[in-house]
């Protein structure tokens, strides 16, 4: 299996830019990200009231992208705001945003309780159910009509949706699942220098795209 | 490796999917690189956040909150 990359911020150099903005903009008034992150390492519970209202949204879809089981990703979500909680002192402005550091760890705990729960089959059969019902590669858990982070998303979307299916169904197994390569190309039966390829074209073009959305969020 | 296959396998890093046979390659190559390999390396970590924002929200229950908001007020007083 291909290692998950951690997002060990503190291990990055001082002088690393920070990657590209991507979160909508705050209400005025309304303290930062990073603001509840230094209160959370204040060990103030509002500030992560705060942030639990603003993210859970997002990182239990991410979640629920991975494990494909409600029951489970409402645990994992608990779990993963509890790490936030406990980890906060480990995290850095100076190195990176919150979302990203938050959104990296949801996805490691994702996939490390999909492995730990061997839950691989029961996994395998949702997702082909879901992807029947929508032939999208890059399907959605549509139960929530949050507009907080609509346009973000509907720009998001647009960079990903540019993508050939093949390129976003590759991405899609390597992130949202932690396949690796050789697991990708044996369960699309596709050539491995067929994957590398699509991932590698795949991610330049959404983080070609990703800089251009820079200037308009 | 050029720094444009540096790139390429920057991008792969950040989401685990190098193989461990290309780990040890690209940790060679970020050593060459240096600073500049380092920050491209934090810069790719953009794409986590991408693909979170991408997903539409998900709704979580108003009881998970407490169940939590008790959790972390029992362990800051305890």
């Given at each position: 299996?291909?290692?998950?990359?951690?997002?060990?911020?503190?291990?990055?150099?001082?002088?690393?830019?920070?990657?590209?903005?991507?979160?909508?903009?705050?209400?005025?008034?309304?303290?930062?990200?990073?603001?509840?992150?230094?209160?959370?390492?204040?060990?103030?519970?509002?500030?992560?009231?705060?942030?639990?209202?603003?993210?859970?949204?997002?990182?239990?879809?991410?979640?629920?992208?991975?494990?494909?089981?409600?029951?489970?990703?409402?645990?994992?979500?608990?779990?993963?705001?509890?790490?936030?909680?406990?980890?906060?002192?480990?995290?850095?402005?100076?190195?990176?945003?919150?979302?990203?550091?938050?959104?990296?760890?949801?996805?490691?705990?994702?996939?490390d309780?999909?492995?730990?729960?061997?839950?691989?089959?029961?996994?395998?059969?949702?997702?082909?159910?879901?992807?029947?019902?929508?032939?999208?590669?890059?399907?959605h858990?549509?139960?929530?009509?949050?507009?907080?982070?609509?346009?973000?998303?509907?720009?998001?979307?647009g960079?990903?949706?540019?993508?050939?299916?093949?390129?976003?169904?590759?991405?899609?197994?390597?992130?949202?699942?932690?396949?690796?390569?050789?697991?990708?190309?044996?369960?699309?039966?596709?050539?491995l220098?067929?994957?590398?390829?699509?991932?590698?074209?795949?991610?330049?073009?959404?983080?070609?795209?990703?800089?251009?959305?820079?200037?308009?969020? | 490796?050029?720094?444009?296959?540096?790139?390429?396998?920057?991008?792969?890093?950040?989401?685990?999917?190098?193989?461990?046979?290309?780990?040890?390659?690209?940790?060679?190559?970020?050593?060459?690189?240096?600073?500049?390999?380092?920050?491209?390396i934090?810069?790719?970590?953009?794409?986590?956040?991408?693909?979170?924002?991408?997903?539409?929200p998900?709704?979580?229950?108003?009881?998970?909150?407490?169940?939590?908001?008790?959790?972390?007020?029992e362990?800051?007083?305890?």
């Amino acid at each position: 299996m291909a290692n998950v990359a951690n997002l060990d911020l503190d291990s990055e150099s001082e002088s690393a830019p920070r990657p590209p903005a991507l979160a909508p903009e705050l209400e005025p008034g309304a303290p930062s990200d990073t603001d509840l992150m230094l209160g959370i390492q204040a060990e103030d519970p509002e500030a992560l009231s705060q942030l639990y209202d603003r993210y859970n949204g997002i990182l239990k879809a991410l979640i629920l992208r991975v494990i494909h089981n409600e029951a489970e990703a409402d645990d994992l979500l608990q779990e993963i705001f509890m790490e936030i909680w406990k980890q906060a002192k480990n995290f850095s402005a100076q190195k990176g945003k919150p979302l990203g550091w938050m959104v990296t760890l949801a996805r490691r705990r994702a996939i490390d309780g999909l492995r730990k729960k061997q839950a691989y089959a029961r996994a395998e059969e949702r997702l082909q159910a879901e992807t029947a019902q929508q032939p999208d590669a890059w399907v959605h858990n549509a139960t929530e009509e949050e507009i907080e982070f609509a346009d973000t998303r509907v720009l998001v979307r647009g960079v990903i949706d540019s993508l050939p299916p093949p390129q976003q169904q590759a991405i899609e197994l390597a992130f949202f699942r932690g396949m690796s390569q050789r697991e990708i190309a044996a369960d699309t039966n596709t050539p491995l220098g067929t994957v590398k390829t699509r991932l590698e074209l795949g991610l330049k073009k959404i983080y070609d795209g990703l800089k251009e959305l820079k200037h308009e969020l | 490796m050029s720094f444009e296959e540096f790139q390429n396998r920057s991008r792969l890093y950040v989401i685990g999917a190098l193989e461990s046979e290309e780990l040890d390659e690209f940790e060679q190559a970020r050593k060459q690189f240096g600073q500049k390999g380092e920050d491209f390396i934090g810069e790719c970590y953009a794409l986590h956040e991408a693909f979170a924002l991408s997903l539409r929200p998900a709704k979580s229950s108003a009881a998970l909150k407490e169940r939590l908001m008790s959790m972390v007020r029992e362990r800051s007083h305890g």
